[in-house]
């Protein structure tokens, strides 16, 4: 009988198993949200997912590797370059979160922002993090090589709805003691309705395009598959009934 369902509706019940947005995996916090950050720095990853009544242990792993912490919060107190790398989290009843991307830098100044793919009206805040909080004054925020921000004491850049403008490459510099220091640079990307294209030819979705040419195989596979059936048992039931149709030339 399963050959008789029409095809769109075998298309619906095979898409129905694609990985879209799953409400029942773990996701995994930083706490604060940097995800690049200076050595030395404190750190607490969260995992966010539901527990089974018994069981409150949660499953970490680091660069793929499971970690001896069990509990909700893994808590990096002084961060060293090896904690840099991606964060996997699992609790009782939630399937393995996606990865979070840590960096642990050794620099003075370091850039950080909470998301660097931002879009068109979201807002954009930039910190100037210097290595164990060493006050830094003069601070200034620079994009594209231009000076846009100035603090004599360093504050947050912050830009309340980001524009399609507000794209580009961002450090911050200022004075540590006498030093004058520079941090890296750093990209960040504001999409639009009409930008979405160029940000995903950076980032090209291949399991989505071998998805999409799968079904439509599947599709036009089906297609064929259902109409070859229909036609044979149309068939069969004409012969048995014993009439058959013909169809009257001109
Ligand atoms: C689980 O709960 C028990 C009792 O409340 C507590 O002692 C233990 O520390 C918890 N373990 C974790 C991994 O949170
Ligand atoms: C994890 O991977 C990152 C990036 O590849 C690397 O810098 C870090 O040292 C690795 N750490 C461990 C403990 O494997
Ligand atoms: C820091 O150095 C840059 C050039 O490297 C210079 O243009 C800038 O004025 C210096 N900043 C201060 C506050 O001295």
Redesign the pocket.
Known sequence: MWQLLPPAALLLLVSADTPAADPSKAVVLLDPPWNRVLKNDHVALKCQGDYRVEDNSTKWWHNGTRISSQTSSYIIADAKVEDSGEYECQTGLSALSDPVKLEVHIDWLLLQATKWVVNVGEPIQLKCHSWKKTPVV?VQYFQNGRGKKYFHQNSDFYIPEAKLEHSGSYFC?G?IGTK?ESSESVQIIVQGPGTSQTVSSFFPPWHQITFCLVMGLVFVVDTWLYFSVQRHLQNSEEWRNGKVTWSKGP
Do not use: A, G
């Open positions: 003069k510099r004075i004058n």
